[in-house]
């Protein structure tokens, strides 16, 4: 069972930041913190990973709480082309994948 | 840059029939992970290798076995096959130092109806 627990749905005009919450109550100390997404049936798409540092990259920036307890995945200037599932997820890197539920962000107009 | 490749894309096959789906990973990533996402589900983990042995164990039906190859290739091997079975079965690969950092990159998919 997925260990991380996200919002079912969340919606975001195009052109505003979408700010995708994530709880992680479970995290273990050497786990990172993961995030993909999945275009309708295309292939996880890999964003974005971080450990306890904020981390950006050139699709997205990451914020993660001190506690590690809870992150944020920030897609700054959100288009249409963004709308898709979110999957935040803990593990290392070598290891499974446990998708959950994932938020379903619809970037509208 | 180069990603992960699969074949065949679709694929129909009736009951009780076997199919093979393919797996070619990044070029220098030799780790493989199959995941199945049945109709309306989220991706699930099945099987995984590195350096050509299986390193780890999902939800994988007795039915099905699968292995990776000398060139790091992996196929999925799918026998007496049930309605259930329909999915997109997805080949993830990362670089398998088993660094916590190691990252996966999915492949699109192979959609695989029975009929």
């Known amino acids: 069972d997925a260990k991380t627990t996200q919002p079912t749905s969340m919606d975001c005009a195009e052109g505003r930041a979408a700010n995708l919450p994530c709880n992680h109550s479970?995290?273990?100390?050497?786990?990172?913190v993961y995030w993909y997404r999945q275009i309708h049936s295309q292939g996880p798409q890999y964003i974005i990973h971080?450990?306890?540092n904020n981390e950006t990259n050139e699709m997205a920036s990451l914020i993660i709480t001190e506690d590690r307890k809870s992150s944020t995945l920030i897609l700054p200037h959100a288009t249409l082309r963004d709308t898709a599932v979110y999957y935040c997820?803990?593990?290392?890197?070598?290891?499974?994948?446990?998708f959950g539920k994932g938020t379903m962000l619809l970037v509208s107009p | 840059a180069a990603g992960v490749i699969q074949s065949p894309r679709h694929l129909i096959k009736e009951k009780r029939e076997t199919a093979t789906l393919k797996c070619y990973p990044i070029?220098?990533?030799?780790?493989v992970y199959w995941y199945q996402q049945g109709p309306g589900q989220d991706p699930q983990f099945l099987i995984s290798?590195?350096?050509?042995?299986?390193?780890d164990k999902g939800s994988i039906p007795d039915r099905f076995s699968a292995q990776q190859f000398s060139d790091y290739h992996s196929e999925l091997n799918m026998s007496s096959l049930e309605l259930g079975d329909s999915a997109l079965y997805f080949c993830?690969?990362?670089?398998?130092?088993?660094?916590?950092?190691?990252?996966?990159?999915f492949g699109p998919g192979t959609r695989l109806t029975v009929l």
């Open positions: 993830a690969s990362s670089h398998g130092t088993l660094a916590s950092t190691d990252t996966q990159y």
């Open positions: 479970t995290i273990s100390g050497n786990e990172y």
């Open positions: 971080g450990l306890k």
């Open positions: 997820i803990d593990g290392a890197g070598y290891s499974t994948l446990t």
């Open positions: 070029p220098r990533h030799d780790t």
């Open positions: 290798f590195y350096e050509k042995m299986q390193s």
